[in-house]
């Protein structure tokens, strides 16, 4: 055998197939790319994005929709839906890229407009994700859906729907937008701080709680508040909805992962205990206050729960997540019970459990922390680290103060431009008939 010949012929071969990679640079740099995609990254996050989508509908819109009145049933009912469409064509034309994309340390860049580099076959370059870029796109702007429709329970039965669908263009711009790229966004100046917010307990929670304040006092009272009774018409309706809150809480959280591994795993088992504590610490105090346990006060507690650990699911224990829960309960109870005593009318209490919890969650991510739990995060002040619940209370504060101006100038430029309170007459019939002449119910006779 000629051994020489066998090796001139193998390095010949070396050689071709080197040339032939490098003139295939740019196909093999793109299936090199391709290659970073994880398909249970990718399928996991999806499946997340369908179910913060089914968070807004029909499960938010269920949950109001069954705590107003009967004649407003058909009107906070759309108000959750038409968000999708509205919410969506914003986030895909230049919202996306205003929170994410790279700019400097207050808002991104409009280089992401229209998608444009945007990709669904490349990976999603920040956090080391394993997922297209698109995938991680579709999922943030199930997130911003929400945030909008979180403010309306504040606002019900008295706003305007021209004025709702005007203020809430201009909230999910120059609010939502501004407060995700700080937060989340690679040069976001609170997330160069350093603080630690897992699923939006500050863009999501504090900024929807604190602009229904804001709504609350800048609309004013219903009529008749607090004096006439103002019930829920359909409890069953309400519960319902807030089951599937609690279902598609799995994806707003556990889905912040980015991908199918054991950080999923743990912020899942942290969403549900903290809702199951919060479920019932609340129904334990209300039992103690009022000498009877409601349906409604259980699914006002498993809503707290989830607001309060959402922004510490990825970086507590399971024992933390108890906590964080079971003081939420008692927290947003009492928050809810106060409002009156203030004089500020927010009908579905959106105040005292997505603002108050927000909160809470936010600077309890603060305290319990660890890098155990995710070595990417850091560890609160029970594990050593008293900076971090300095960090997260600054992150509380500039949320609130941004978020609480910044709603009021855009409500006074709303009711400038097309007004955004009904008239008197037309919420003594209900905004069913007076603005989308429909009801919710019809009974023969």
């Known amino acids: 055998m000629n051994f020489a010949k066998i ?22 740099a793109e299936t090199h790319a391709a290659s970073k995609i994880d398909g249970a990254d990718t399928a996991w996050l999806l499946l997340s994005a369908a179910l ?29 839906f038409i968000l999708v469409a509205i919410v969506s064509i914003q986030w895909v034309l230049f919202g996306y890229s205003l929170a994410f994309s790279p700019g400097n340390a207050i808002v991104g860049s409009l280089s992401w407009v229209g998608l444009m580099g945007v990709s669904a076959t490349t990976p999603y370059a920040d956090y080391s994700a394993t997922v297209p870029h698109q995938a991680h796109m579709i999922y943030q702007c199930m997130f911003a859906v929400i945030t909008p429709a979180l403010i309306t329970g504040a606002i019900a039965e008295r706003m305007s729907f021209k004025g709702f669908l005007v203020f809430s263009i201009l909230w999910i711009t120059f609010i939502y937008d501004p407060l995700a790229h700080w937060v989340w966004g690679v040069d976001g100046w609170i997330r160069q701080l350093g603080v630690l917010d897992f699923a939006g307990g500050t863009v999501v929670h504090i900024s929807s709680g604190v602009a229904a304040l804001a709504g609350a006092l800048t609309i004013g009272p219903r009529r008749g508040y607090p004096h006439v009774p103002m019930r829920p018409h359909n409890l069953t309706m309400a519960l319902t909805g807030a089951a599937l809150l609690w279902v598609g809480w799995f994806g707003f959280n556990a889905g912040s992962s980015l991908a199918a591994n054991g950080l999923a795993v743990s912020a899942f088992v942290a969403t549900h205990l903290g809702a199951s504590s919060a479920t019932l610490s609340w129904l334990a105090i209300e039992w103690w206050t009022s000498g009877r346990p409601t349906l409604l ?30 003081a939420a309960g008692i927290l947003c109870f009492s928050a809810v019970r106060m409002k009156q005593r203030f004089g500020y009318d927010d009908a579905l209490d959106v105040v005292g459990v997505h603002g108050v919890g ?13 890098t155990l739990v995710n070595s990417a995060g850091a560890n609160g002040l029970f594990f050593g680290n008293p900076r971090l619940l300095m960090m997260q209370a600054i992150a509380v504060v500039a949320t609130m103060a941004f978020s609480f101006i910044g709603t009021m100038v855009l409500l006074k430029v709303t009711d400038a431009l097309v007004g955004i309170r009904v008239f008197d007459e037309d919420e003594e019939i209900g905004l069913d008939l007076s603005q989308h002449e429909e009801s919710g119910y019809a009974f023969e006779g």
Do not use: D, E
Not at 9 to 27: D, H, K, Q, Y
Not at 302 to 325: C, D, E, K, N
């Open 7 to 28: 090796r001139s012929r193998s390095n010949w071969l070396m050689l071709t197939a080197g040339g032939c990679l490098a003139l295939a640079s740019p196909a093999s």
């Open 52 to 80: 913060v989508l089914m968070m807004t509908i029909p499960g938010l819109a269920l949950f109001y929709g069954g705590l107003v009145r009967r004649k407003n049933v058909l009107s906070t009912l759309i108000q959750s």
């Open 297 to 326: 006060g259980a699914a006002s507690g498993a809503v707290a729960g989830l607001v309060a650990i959402t922004p510490a699911s990825g970086f507590v224990g399971p024992m933390a997540s108890l906590v964080i829960g079971g």
């Open 358 to 370: 927000g909160i809470w969650g936010a600077l309890a991510t603060g305290l319990f922390a660890s």
